[in-house]
C-alpha cells in the first residue's frame, strides 16, 4: 500500500513541476525583454519581415494541390491532390529545366564559388596597400550595378554590331556572333557576367577570415623554411577552411534557385534550350499563364529539393569535418 500511495503521489507531481518549470520559462522571458527591450525593439522589423513575408505567405503552398480560382479563394477551390505535381513530372519541361537548372547551378560552384576565394588569396599576398585598395575598389564596383544594366551593358557589347564582335573581326578576322541569341553561349555569357560582377564582394568575408588567422602561425612556417605558396597552402586555405565550408554548404542548399531575375532579363525564345531553369518557368506558368496552382506546385518541388540538398550536405559535413550548420 505504501508503494502504491507513493505512485500516485509522484504522478500528482509531474503536473504541478511542469507547471512550476512554464512559470519559471515565462518570468525568465520577462526579466530578459525587461532588461533587453530595446535590442527586441531592433529586431521586431526584421521579425515582423520574416513573419509577413516568409511565414505568412505558407499558408498558400496548398493550392499546389488545388485547382486554384480567383473568384473562389484559396478555402473555396477545389482540391486536386497531387495533381499538379504529375503534370509537372510528365512535361516534356521537366527534364530540359531540371537539366539546365542543375548545369548552371553546377558550374556556378566550379567556377564562380572559387573566383572570391582566389582573388582574396591573391590580394592577401599584395604588399602595396595602394595597389591593393585599387585593386578591391575595382572589383567590388561591378556588384552595385544594377542586374538590368548589367544585362543592358552585355546586349550592347555583344551584339552583332558591338564592341566585341568588331574586335574580333578587326583583329582575328571572325564573322560577328549574336552571343546573347546563340543558345550555346548562354552558359558562358551567364557564369561570365556573374564572376565579374559579383567576384569582388564574395572575396570580402574571406579576407575578413583571413585576417583572423594568428600572424604567428606565419612566423612559425617561415621559420620552417615554408615559401609563400606553402604558407598559404597550409596555413591560410586550413584557416579559412570552416568559412568555405558554410558558404558551399549554403550554396549547395541554393542550387535550383539559380538567379532567376537575371535569367529573365538575359533569355528570349530562341535560348530557351539552354536557358530556361526552373524559376523562369515558374514565372511564365504562374504570372504570364495564371496557372497559379501549377506554378505553386512547381515551386514547392524547388523548395523541397533546395532544403534536401541542404540537410545532406550539412551531414555531409558534419561527418567528414567539425563545421556545420547545425
Known amino acids: 500500500m505504501a508503494l502504491i500511495g507513493t505512485g500516485k503521489s509522484s504522478a500528482a507531481q509531474v503536473p504541478e513541476a511542469a507547471r512550476d518549470s512554464r512559470i519559471r520559462f515565462g518570468t525568465r522571458v520577462k526579466k530578459d525583454f525587461a532588461k533587453n527591450k530595446l535590442i527586441y525593439l531592433m529586431l521586431s522589423p526584421a521579425v515582423i519581415y520574416f513573419l509577413l513575408f516568409h511565414y505568412g505567405p505558407m499558408y498558400g503552398m496548398q493550392i499546389a494541390f488545388k485547382d486554384f480560382a480567383i473568384n473562389l479563394g484559396i478555402n473555396g477551390s477545389p482540391w486536386t491532390g497531387f495533381d499538379n505535381f504529375k503534370e509537372f513530372f510528365s512535361s516534356f519541361y521537366f527534364g530540359r529545366i531540371l537539366v539546365n537548372t542543375l548545369l548552371l547551378s553546377l558550374y556556378s560552384l566550379i567556377f564562380a564559388f572559387p573566383a572570391g576565394i582566389v582573388l582574396a588569396l591573391l590580394l592577401n599576398e599584395v604588399r602595396k596597400s595602394w595597389f591593393k585598395r585599387s585593386v578591391q575598389t575595382i572589383t567590388y564596383m561591378p556588384h552595385f550595378i ?14 552583332r554590331d558591338g564592341l566585341v564582335n568588331n574586335l574580333l573581326t578587326s ?16 552558359r ?10 559579383n567576384i569582388g564582394w564574395s572575396s570580402i568575408i574571406f579576407l575578413a577570415a583571413i585576417s583572423t588567422i594568428d600572424p604567428s602561425i606565419y612566423e612559425a612556417a617561415r621559420i620552417d623554411g615554408a615559401s609563400r605558396w606553402k604558407q598559404t597552402l597550409h596555413v591560410t586555405l586550413p584557416g579559412i577552411a570552416p568559412t568555405i565550408i558554410i558558404l558551399l554548404i549554403l550554396n549547395i542548399g541554393h542550387m535550383l534557385s539559380v538567379g532567376n531575375e537575371k535569367i529573365l532579363l538575359m533569355y528570349n525564345p530562341i535560348t530557351y534550350s539552354t536557358a530556361d531553369v526552373i524559376g523562369t518557368y515558374t514565372y511564365r506558368k504562374g504570372i504570364l499563364e495564371t496557372n497559379y496552382s501549377y506554378a ?17 550536405a550539412n551531414t555531409v559535413s558534419r561527418k567528414t569535418s567539425e563545421t556545420k550548420l547545425w
Open 146 to 159: 544594377s542586374l538590368v544594366v548589367v544585362v543592358g551593358i552585355m546586349f550592347d557589347f555583344l551584339a
Open 171 to 186: 583583329v582575328f578576322g571572325i564573322e560577328p556572333i549574336a552571343f546573347m541569341r546563340e543558345a550555346d553561349w548562354f
Open 188 to 197: 558562358t555569357l551567364y557564369i561570365g557576367s556573374g564572376i565579374w560582377q
Open 296 to 312: 505553386a506546385a512547381v515551386g514547392m518541388f524547388n523548395a523541397i529539393i533546395s532544403f534536401t540538398l541542404l540537410v545532406i
